[in-house]
């Protein structure tokens, strides 16, 4: 880490609301379809075309606002944002400048052992432009294509006041915000398809400096491992840069993944350059403070709070939560097996374990995944009673995921059932001791490790069923007594 310079990094995030139409018109937002095929006269900009602002896509807005502590502003005005590129056919974009959603908000992340609490500046909305497509096609070397099918898709954009302070503060920022939006269902998280994107604006200056110094951003960043690598990357380079006694210049800079490096795209337009101007075809966003409200209801706890309740209420580790808290639908199911068998501990622990294994190994969803609440709990309910050790719930385990039958019935069906009766288990005893006589003379001789076979020897005996607890005790008196 170098000793002179300070990084000082903003983030400026667009994250695409999961609404099933666009943001002005009807067309679908469905990722994947053949070029062109989701285009209505709106979104391709056609003279005469006029917008109307999707109400879901505005609560979805209110819902992320919301949940990043944001004041979400009465009103808020649309504006067009000039400017020319072949993706965006109207040659402005529908977004929002001086009056945005929401104002203020933050977000505490943990990095390097220190806690930072990372203030937002904005959320806006705006609309997204089309995909130049400049490869692919037999002409790609005189022509490039354009697909309209993401032209119009709805977006916020969130972004960070320039408070990071490291590369690994940025993406784990990144990463916490990501969390939330999936959470909330505002986002769906997909960074490959660009539902989710990041830039960042990087700056250095010498400690004590208190104003900043010149900030590129770097573009094109799509994963949280390439923006830390890309940040480290653009720190370095500017502190080479003022070290040999250059300036940095105010610019856009692109992450090249496979070269490992930024370089430059071109010089950062200034926002006079985009003239922007309120949109005259959009009314002001009125939200008031009953759709606020109606919003905020629709909430659900968020990770944070969730995870600090589980070890409060279930008084499982702060470990343990946070994994049960990776998505809602794991917390929900979470609770639902802790409730029924009333042993969070134990439910968490099956949870972590088989069950994430399990579905890890088959590549399956919460939502995929067949195993009900309650028939977990009956499993974990049967170990607690002493019917069946946890060796042999792991087989019941298997068997019920696949089946979905009770751990009962395949219990009983199976005869799977712990042997707890002394005198079963004693004859199972007599018997190893009648075919293992070395080992019983090795012990009674003193060399204690004998025992450990021996039991071995018990627990296969009876097919892994005999109580673990009683096989000790039964043995220890069978070969003492002898
Ligand atoms: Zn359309």
């Known amino acids: 880490m170098n000793t002179r310079y300070e990084p000082v990094i903003g983030l400026e995030i667009h994250a695409q609301l999961q609404t099933r139409t666009k943001i002005f018109c009807g067309c679908s937002t469905a990722f994947g379809a053949a070029p062109n095929s989701q285009v209505c006269p709106v979104c391709l900009g056609l003279p005469g075309a006029l917008p109307v602002l999707n109400r879901q896509a505005v609560d979805y807005a209110i819902k992320a606002a919301l949940s990043l502590g944001c004041a979400v502003q009465r009103e808020s005005i649309f504006a067009r944002k000039n400017y020319f590129y072949p993706d965006l056919p109207k040659g402005y974009q529908i977004s929002q400048y001086e009056r945005p959603l929401a104002l203020g908000g933050g977000l505490d992340v943990t990095a390097g052992g220190a806690a930072r609490r990372i203030g937002l500046t904005r959320i806006h909305m705006e609309e997204d432009a089309g995909k130049s497509l400049h490869e692919g096609f037999f002409d790609s070397d005189r022509r490039t294509y354009v697909d309209y099918n993401r032209s119009g898709v709805p977006l916020i954009e ?263 009766d002394e005198a079963a288990v004693i004859a199972i005893i007599r018997d190893v001791m009648a075919k293992n006589g070395d080992a019983v003379a090795q012990y009674r001789a003193g060399k204690a490790q004998t025992f450990g076979f021996l039991v071995g020897q018990v627990m296969k005996g009876s097919g892994g069923k005999a109580n673990p607890k009683l096989a000790n005790q039964l043995l220890k008196r069978e070969l003492e007594n002898g």
């Open 158 to 420: 969130i972004v960070s006041e320039p408070d990071m302070r490291s590369a690994a503060q940025a993406a784990e920022f990144f990463a916490r915000l990501r969390d939330i939006l999936v959470w909330l269902g505002v986002n769906d998280g997909n960074m490959e398809e660009g539902s989710l994107r990041c830039d960042a604006n990087v700056s250095v200056r010498p400690y004590g400096q208190e104003a900043f110094g010149t900030k590129a951003e770097v573009k094109n960043v799509n994963s949280f491992r390439y923006l830390e690598k890309a940040i480290e990357y653009e720190i370095d380079r500017q502190i080479e840069l003022l070290d040999g006694g250059g300036r940095v210049v105010q610019e856009t800079r692109l992450w090249d993944s496979a070269a490992g490096r930024t370089h430059s795209m071109r010089s950062k337009e200034e926002a006079h350059d985009y003239r922007y101007f309120p949109e005259p075809d959009l009314p002001p966003l009125v939200v008031d403070e009953a759709r606020v409200e109606r919003v905020r209801a629709t909430m659900p706890e968020l990770p944070e709070a969730r995870r600090r309740r589980f070890v409060a209420a279930y008084a499982i580790p702060d470990y343990d939560a946070g994994v049960l808290t990776q998505s809602p639908e794991l917390a929900d199911y979470f609770e639902a097996v802790a409730a029924a068998a009333g042993n969070p501990k134990a439910a968490s622990n099956w949870i972590m374990g088989e069950l994430l294994r399990t579905m890890n190994d088959r590549g399956q969803s919460m939502a995929a995944m067949p195993l009900a609440a309650p028939v977990l709990a009956g499993l974990i309910a049967l170990i607690d009673k002493g019917t069946i050790s946890n060796a042999i719930a792991k087989d019941v385990f298997a068997k019920m995921y696949d089946s979905g039958r009770s751990a009962d019935d395949i219990v009983t069906a199976e005869g799977m059932a712990q042997i707890g």
